[in-house]
């Protein structure tokens, strides 16, 4: 193959397993508009909804690298086919579950020992798998700088759009109910799994470097974009778990309505203007917006509006506009009802 015919070929491939990482990264963003109405509507409480989302972001810390390992050994396409039938599997079962959750077969401990063992800690330990796997493709199917630089971004930019797109999908698909948009999930994963099986070409396993160069988390050159990171993606699951139980609670919606409100405000966090910023100035300045928005919305209204009427204690202060439910109180409901209260934007 002429040179300018295996460039053209490494750049399809490139190309699939961008779309492979955003077809399988689509089908877990499309869970978040529904998964506060999901909780409600099979009784589980906000608490053990953030231990489920909690046990998925663990299991991707403690498993992308060795998964890494794994395709850098085994090959790239068989770990990223392998990953993806255990995300399919996973998903058609929590459907399943879901689903005699919602009839109420399933309720109780033992519907969230399953919450947790399929959403949490089999479809996170899957999903870990996508995006070290596609870097490595990455990086063994190109051969210069420029090409390696542009694949690794589009990668990301395939993360970024996945959020969009994932949660306009499930708010949209809500609309005619949350079990159809649930579905949708494992039907996306099934067509990226096509992707990585039929598709995707099997490249010659790379030789693994025998003694590779440690790097520490406390690097200097390192820890400052993880701490930021940290605090970045940290602040980003809280929107994203608790706008559907605060939506819900404040403006007294059904399950689907609140699918698709959630959905429609997602994205709003996962779309930013241009900028022609470098990325150092990029990460500080969006890191000072972020705390002086968050002290702004958060910083407790009552030490400066002192006669503002949800600060009066008593019957006044539990005033409620027409249609609004009864806010829980963490008292009577538990320490996971706090999250879906929506006073805290005023106290």
């Known amino acids: 193959m002429s040179g300018s015919g295996a460039h053209g070929s490494h750049t399809r491939q490139v190309s699939v397993v961008v779309t492979v990482v955003f077809v399988i990264h689509l089908g877990q963003m499309t869970l978040n508009p529904i998964i506060a109405p999901l909780a409600r509507e099979v009784g589980l409480s906000e608490w053990q909804i953030g231990v489920t989302i909690s046990t998925a972001a663990l299991m991707l810390v403690l498993t992308s690298a060795p998964w890494g390992r794994r395709s850098q050994t085994r090959g790239r396409k068989p770990v990223l086919v392998a990953s993806m039938l255990i995300a399919l599997t996973a998903m058609v079962l ?5 689903h005699l959750g919602m009839s109420g077969v399933l309720t109780g401990t033992a519907l969230f020992a399953l919450f947790v063992l399929l959403r949490g800690a089999l479809f996170g330990l899957a999903i870990s798998a996508a995006v070290p796997t596609a870097q490595g493709y990455v990086a063994d199917v ?13 990668i990301g930019s395939a993360q970024g759009l996945s959020m969009i797109g994932g949660s306009l999908i499930g708010g949209v698909l809500a609309g005619f109910g949350v079990m159809v948009s649930l579905t949708a999930v494992p039907v996306l994963v099934a067509a990226g799994l096509f992707l990585a099986a039929v598709v995707l070409r099997s490249e ?3 030789t693994p470097i025998e003694a590779p160069v440690p790097v520490r988390a406390a ?9 930021a990171g940290f605090g970045m993606f940290t602040a980003l699951g809280f ?10 609670d404040r403006f007294g919606l059904d399950a689907s309505t609140t699918g698709v409100v959630t959905g429609g405000a ?28 968050a002290f702004v919305l958060l910083h407790p ?3 400066v509006f002192p006669d503002n009427r949800r600060c009066r204690r ?12 009864e806010r829980p109180s963490p008292g009577r409901h538990g320490p996971g009802a706090v999250f879906a209260d929506p006073s805290l934007t005023y106290r």
């Open 142 to 154: 190109t051969h210069d700088e420029q090409s390696r630089v542009s694949g690794m971004a589009r």
């Open 219 to 227: 690097d200097p050159r390192l820890w400052p974009f993880l701490v």
């Open 239 to 248: 929107i994203q778990v608790i706008t559907g139980f605060i939506a819900q």
């Open 266 to 293: 997602l994205p709003t966090a996962s779309t930013a203007l241009y900028s022609l910023w470098p990325p150092l100035p990029i990460l500080t300045g969006g890191i000072t917006m972020l705390a002086v928005f």
């Open 94 to 98: 929590f459907v399943l579950v879901a």
């Open 301 to 303: 209204v009552c030490a």
């Open 204 to 206: 010659p396993r790379a």
């Open 314 to 325: 008593g019957d006044r202060g539990n005033e409620r506009g027409p249609g609004q439910r």
